[in-house]
């Protein structure tokens, strides 16, 4: 059976197929301006199993490095799929050609072109910053939907999940006592030992108390609360809607005409906003503990002098703006963790992903939400 397929006047390819195997003739000439047409010709030679191919070059003209390479490339293709394949016909500069193609064929790490220009820079730049914006805009969606199922949970107090907020209160505060209190304990030994050093300088050192009591109150016992929570449940709610996800669980809920916002984020906001200001009271009291015992031992401050300076020093609202911040920061951890958990696409990778991401877009929002808090209350006032 012959196959006659001229690809170009200079250039051609006959298949055979007989007995003996599958006879390849090619003839006219092979060079660089004939490759393109040949190419696709070359790619469908194929025979039959268990048969031989043999490249015939009796006919060839004239043949370049395009096209030995692409005889040598057509052979490799065929040995690998298990023909035995041989070149017949071939002159002694034909046969250079050829080992030239073979003594070349080496694998070569080729470094992907990176377009370094100002123009790609900004072209990236511009798109970070517009999925900056969705992510922003979606997260926004994300509020306006959890606060539309607590305003109903409030209207309908059937629909709220009492049982699952008392569990996530259990979870997120009782069980988060011992860490919060063991980290926050051993800052306020650290801050009034550092605090009695450099004071000590000075001759100063009356005015620790007066130091670690401003700092506590205001900044350092909150901050710890959130850090602490949003390392260990803000995390928590991430992997655990995360595996939701991935298991399909959430997307059986939506078929059962169920709200995944108000069974699985209502409750986790609610439990934070409630016990976030209780977290801070304590934090609060185990950090002040802490720099009573190091003002005691290092300066020998008593107790009493130490609780009547700090009540000489505080005022209401020291105490009062970690108290304003600290349902804020618990919403923030709850809407990020559970934000985070829902956009888990499906892969056990994903939700570390999204998990490792729900950490440090929480702590992030937290520390810029605590500097605007440190500037309003400076500028009115407080």
């Known amino acids: 059976m012959d196959d006659m397929s001229p690809v170009a006047p200079v250039a051609w390819i006959k298949q055979t197929s007989g ?77 250079l050609m050829l080992q030239q193609a073979v003594d070349h064929d080496v694998e070569m790490d080729i470094e992907p072109y990176e377009d370094r220009s100002f123009v790609h820079w900004l072209n990236e730049l511009g798109a970070k910053v517009f999925r900056m914006f969705d992510r922003v805009f979606d997260f ?3 509020f306006g939907m959890v606060l539309f199922a607590i305003g109903r949970a409030i209207v309908q107090p059937r629909r709220l999940r009492l049982a699952a907020t008392v569990h ?62 949003v390392g260990r449940s803000g995390s928590s709610f991430t992997a655990q809607i995360g595996a939701m ?36 009271f304590f934090a609060d009291a185990v950090a002040m503990f802490g720099a009573i015992l190091i003002c005691w031992i290092d300066l020998g401050i008593t107790p009493t002098a130490f609780i009547e ?16 911040k600290a349902p804020v920061f618990g919403m923030i951890i709850a809407l990020v963790g559970c934000y985070e958990g829902l956009k888990v696409t499906g892969s056990a990778e994903s939700v570390g992903q999204q998990t490792t991401r729900s950490v440090v877009e929480a702590i992030f929002m937290i520390l810029v939400l605590d500097a605007f808090f440190a500037v309003f209350f400076t500028t009115i006032g407080i």
């Open 140 to 142: 926004l969606n994300f």
């Open 245 to 280: 996800v991935m298991h399909e669980e959430v997307d059986a809920m939506r078929s059962l005409a169920l709200d995944p916002i108000e069974i699985l984020v209502v409750p986790r906001v609610l439990a934070l906003l409630i016990i976030m200001p209780i977290m801070t």
């Open 19 to 95: 007995a003996d195997g599958t006879i390849i003739s090619l003839g006219g000439n092979w060079v660089v301006a004939a490759t393109a047409g040949l190419f696709h010709e070359t790619e469908a030679i194929a025979g039959r199993a268990g048969e031989s191919i043999t490249f015939d070059l009796t006919d060839v003209a004239v043949l370049d490095t395009a096209g030995a390479w692409l005889v040598y490339r057509t052979a490799r293709r065929l040995q690998a799929q298990g023909y035995v394949v041989q070149t017949v016909g071939s002159s002694d500069d034909q046969e």
């Open 309 to 324: 300076r700090a009540r000489e020093v505080a005022t209401g609202w020291d105490v009062g703006i970690g108290f304003v």
């Open 168 to 229: 996530q209160i259990e979870i997120v505060g009782v069980q988060a006592l011992s860490l919060v209190g063991l980290i926050t304990f051993l800052i306020g030994v650290v801050i009034a030992y550092q605090a009695a050093s450099v004071l000590s300088d000075m001759n100063a050192e009356f005015m620790t108390v007066d130091m670690v009591t401003f700092i506590t109150l205001r900044e350092l016992g909150i901050l710890l609360a959130a850090v602490m929570i």
